[in-house]
């Protein structure tokens, strides 16, 4: 963008950024540290995400929906609102690449990182339905779309400079980073959670102790802002927005020279993304409705599983690069789509049956997710790498994840658990079917 230009729309934080770059030595930023700067965004953003997903389950119906006639009810309700964060995380994503293109990376950046933390540190001061009636639940889901709207912002770029720092033959290694920060994001949060049910009545719990999670939120976002600061003011990031790598291109332009790329990309991960709620908020809220295994030791559970899954994310960068990110991604997809009709039947298999879904849920999800985003990443040439991969994304977690706790709770309360099993083979089959039709698009030669 012309200097004139950038003058007639505004002050800018392009200039400041590139006077910023100017100070950093010569000495290139090391892949290293990007790594641990892509990590810990990733886990920030999860982190608020999950700690409103494992709220809508232990605390949100009996707080806001007291009116429900049921527990059951009252939980559909609140993932209804958990939802709407899906629905504005693309508007989001075509507001903030707005402000990126105006006003600079960085700008963006700090806006949609408060924005996000600001949004649900709020949620902990909310008073419930008893005290504010209907005005509670409205405000609860205003700050919901404000998650979804600034995680639309949040996108740096900063996956992308590691995938174009990584070695011909690691690919798959490199790609396999970013996705740790969601189960280290998951593990925080129901630690958090889990530690306060144990340590305080249920009466505090519902009053007050559930509300440090979401304080928590805003302390780490802030921590996660300044380290994404610092890559995006690197040289290394400077260089790659002046040659139109990391640039966010206009949405339209994006969508005409590779429409077709953000439709099929949209399906590629998206068995991956219907597990990812399926083993976490999901069972979590089938366990409270429909059996006595309390919801601290079931996150403590899920704790587990997390940890496991973070072993088969570093397992799958291993595998990708030996076999190939597309062989591995339906190898992947044809496992969820076996786990899909045993994990009914784990379910209902009592507490050990129930440890044994988690464990190897979040296993064979670890395995998925982790090549996941670095197939949408891949599927775009240099210039649209970082807006295409946003949108993708986006409609990806929108049809794959936004609506799978909702959709899965009722369709088990009406036609039993098998049915939540089919909704995961669906997704499995849409991945499935993507990677057949995007074969010509070489996933692996990027």
């Given at each position: 963008m ?21 100070i950093?030595d ?29 709220a ?5 119906p ?38 990126d ?5 960085g ?14 540190a709020?949620i ?21 779309l ?26 798959g ?47 780490i976002?802030?921590?996660a ?61 089938w ?11 079931f996150?403590?559970?899920?704790f ?27 190898i ?25 879904f ?10 998925s ?25 986006d ?7 936004g ?15 098998a049915?939540a ?14 990677l057949?039709?995007?074969?010509k ?6």
């Amino acid at each position: 963008m012309s200097s004139a230009m950038q003058q007639s729309l505004g002050p800018s934080s392009s200039a400041m950024e590139r006077d910023a770059r100017r100070i950093h030595d010569d000495t290139p930023v090391s892949a290293g540290n990007i790594a641990i700067g892509v990590v810990i965004g990733r886990a920030a953003e999860f982190f608020d995400f999950f700690v409103y997903g494992i709220a809508s389950v232990v605390v949100f119906p009996q707080l806001f929906f007291p009116f429900a006639p049921d527990r059951l009810t009252a939980t559909l309700y609140s993932f209804a609102i958990f939802s709407l964060a899906f629905v504005a995380r693309p508007v989001g994503s075509l507001v903030f690449m707005a402000i990126d293109r105006t006003y600079g990376r960085g700008v963006k950046l700090t806006i949609a990182l408060f924005l996000l933390g600001g949004s649900t540190a709020s949620i902990a001061f909310l008073p419930g339905y008893a005290t504010l009636g209907a005005w509670s639940i409205v405000l609860l889901a205003v700050f919901r779309l404000g998650q979804g709207f600034a995680l639309g912002g949040a996108w740096d770029g900063l996956a992308s400079l590691l995938a174009l720092n990584a070695p011909q033959h690691h690919r798959g290694w490199y790609a396999m980073i970013p996705q740790l920060g969601a189960p280290l994001g998951f593990m925080l949060a129901s630690a958090l959670f889990a530690y306060f049910l144990v340590s305080i009545s249920e009466a505090d719990f519902l009053a007050w102790g559930w509300r440090y999670p979401f304080f928590v939120a805003f302390a780490i976002n802030v921590v996660a802002l300044f380290t994404r600061l610092r890559l995006v003011m690197t040289k290394e990031f400077g260089t790659l927005l002046d040659v139109h790598e990391l640039q966010a291109a206009r949405v339209t332009e994006v969508l005409r020279v590779n429409g077709g790329n953000v439709l099929v990309g949209a399906f590629v991960p998206l068995a991956s993304f219907a597990l990812f709620h399926l083993v976490t908020v999901f069972p979590l809220s089938w366990v409270e409705i429909y059996t006595d295994h309390g919801a601290s030791s079931f996150l403590m559970v899920q704790f587990l599983g997390a940890v496991c899954g973070i072993l088969a994310i570093i397992a799958s960068g291993l595998i990708a690069d030996r076999i190939g990110r597309r062989n591995h991604l339906g190898i992947c997809a044809v496992l969820i789509a076996i786990f899909s009709f045993v994990a009914p039947m784990l379910l209902q298999a009592g507490a050990t049956g129930r440890d044994v879904f988690v464990i190897v849920g979040f296993t064979i999800l670890g395995l998925s997710f982790g090549q996941a985003a670095g197939a949408v990443a891949s599927r775009f040439g240099k210039a649209y790498r970082y807006t295409g991969a946003a949108l993708t994304s986006d409609l990806s977690w929108l049809i794959g994840a936004g609506f799978a706790p909702l959709v899965a709770l009722g369709l088990t309360s009406r036609f039993g658990l098998a049915f939540a099993g089919y909704y995961l083979l669906s997704g499995a089959l849409c991945t499935i079917l993507a990677l057949v039709f995007s074969k010509k698009l070489e996933i692996d030669n990027e």
